[in-house]
């Protein structure tokens, strides 16, 4: 089973700092482009971050860049997204993701809320 298993959600204060993680099973998480989506209520998701395969691009929305890094730990087979310098417009579920061939998978989506 393909799977994608997200931890790490919860509130934080502004300015906090929050590490997501998504866990892959199923396939080496190494081997795939890797993205993180947030999702607001009343909006569609947008796309944060992802990492690549062959030489570990990232990149990142403008909205995060500078705050937010994501990495991979090869052992774990599982991808980070570290959130710093939390701000109130962070509050999203966040999502993890990764596409195969014509397949998307979705991690489960955990709820992220920064406020005071």
């Known amino acids: 089973q393909l799977q994608l298993a997200e931890s790490g959600g919860g509130l934080v204060q502004p300015g906090g700092s929050l590490r997501r993680s998504c866990a892959a099973s199923g396939f080496a998480a190494g081997c795939y482009v890797i993205g993180w989506f947030r999702q607001a209520p009343g909006k569609g998701r947008e796309a944060v971050s992802c990492?690549?395969?062959?030489?570990?691009?990232?990149n990142f929305a403008d909205s995060v860049k500078g705050r937010f890094t994501i990495s991979r730990d090869i052992a774990k087979n599982t991808v980070y997204l570290h959130m710093d310098n939390m701000k109130a417009e962070d509050t999203a579920v966040y999502f993890c993701q990764t596409r195969m061939s014509l397949t998307t998978y979705w991690g489960q989506g955990t709820q992220v809320t920064v406020s005071s």
């Open positions: 990492i690549g395969t062959s030489d570990g691009r990232t």
